[in-house]
């Protein structure tokens, strides 16, 4: 129950929006091995004002992956990271240097889907 949150701070329009979420999608699955069906996105367009240092970034953007802990490789969130950020770049011209893309691991225990966490979820050794 892998979620994304992709959060921009100009609007890119709905078709983008939408391709965005689709692909963010794509990526936890094909690189990070999660299951689609489980994967929720939201993009969403924040008014207000981004800086980075003392720099008004007209055009910015954030990227972040949640996924349980100890569940991928550094190289497969490294590829991720690389994936991601390509993404934002072709589907939000024009982005500010400072882009980023976070894959953020959480403890089994403490995420969940369905009312059970995922350390739930996971098989118990035969005793």
């Not at 991601?84 to 976070?102: F, I």
């Amino acid at each position: 129950m892998p979620f994304v949150r992709i959060t921009l701070n100009a609007d890119p329009g709905r078709a983008a929006r939408e391709r965005l979420a689709r692909r963010a999608t794509s990526l936890m699955a094909d690189l990070l091995g999660k299951r689609a069906d489980l994967t929720s996105v939201l993009v969403e367009v924040v008014k207000g004002t981004w800086s980075v240092g003392d720099a008004i970034a007209p055009r910015a953007a954030h990227i972040e992956a949640l996924v349980t802990t100890d569940t991928n490789t550094a190289a497969e969130k490294a590829r991720f990271v690389e994936a991601a950020m390509a993404l934002l770049e072709r589907e939000v011209p024009g982005l500010y240097p400072a882009t980023y893309a976070v894959v953020r691991e959480v403890p089994a225990s403490d995420w969940g889907w369905g009312g059970l966490t995922q350390e739930a979820r996971r098989p118990r050794a035969a005793a």
